[in-house]
């Protein structure tokens, strides 16, 4: 299986879900919200990559909005 093959397998969405969990949780929501995007490429039909996204985004546009870092 070729390595561009690997990355669009549903096990390589789960992957991404992990780290955007992981990276939002250390605060790097910038890069923990480019993950969830692409994994929602992969799978546009996962409530649970929909919710984490939406989460996310939110809190980042809070942070934002309050001035937090």
Known sequence: MSKAALV???AASEHMFVAATALG??????EAVSFLKRARQL???D???RWKHRWLKKR??????????
């Open 8 to 10: 669009r397998t549903p």
């Open 25 to 30: 949780k250390l605060g790097r929501l910038e």
């Open 43 to 45: 799978r546009p039909n």
């Open 47 to 49: 409530r649970r990559l």
């Open 60 to 69: 980042l546009w809070l942070n934002r909005v309050l001035g937090q870092p």
